[in-house]
């Protein structure tokens, strides 16, 4: 069974700096497009940001400049590196990976999710 085990989240002050972790664990083939998505309050979740299996990667505008996606092919870890964070980026961030992998004694290519965790700018 895959699964995502994200960690990293917690309290920070504004202007600081958080570096969220997503390690795939399981019987895994291929990762191909991994990612990271948040969820405020009565707002519906949204891409952060992106990364594919090459290296290219996609940011929301409203992190550009601030955030930093990176992966680990060795390790099947996703990073986002979060810097200058204000309240607004307050939110649950959750993992997201598309993984070939042995599922049921098959191979099979799915979307997976993390738990989540909790990152809360405030002073």
């Known amino acids: 069974q895959v699964q995502l085990v994200e960690s990293g989240g917690g309290l920070v002050q504004p202007g600081g700096s958080l570096r969220l972790s997503c390690a795939a664990r399981g019987i895994i083939f291929s990762i191909y497009t991994m990612g990271w998505y948040r969820q405020a309050p009565g707002k519906q979740r949204e891409l952060v940001a992106g990364?594919?299996?090459?290296?290219?990667?996609n940011y929301a505008d409203s992190v550009k400049g601030r955030f930093t996606i990176s992966r680990d092919n060795a390790k099947n870890t996703v990073y986002l590196q979060m810097n200058s964070l204000k309240p607004e980026d307050t939110a649950v961030y959750h993992c997201n990976a598309d993984i070939l992998a042995l599922q049921h004694r098959l191979r099979s290519r799915d979307d997976y999710w993390g738990q989540g965790t909790q990152v809360t700018v405030s002073s």
């Open positions: 990364i594919t299996s090459g290296g290219s990667t």
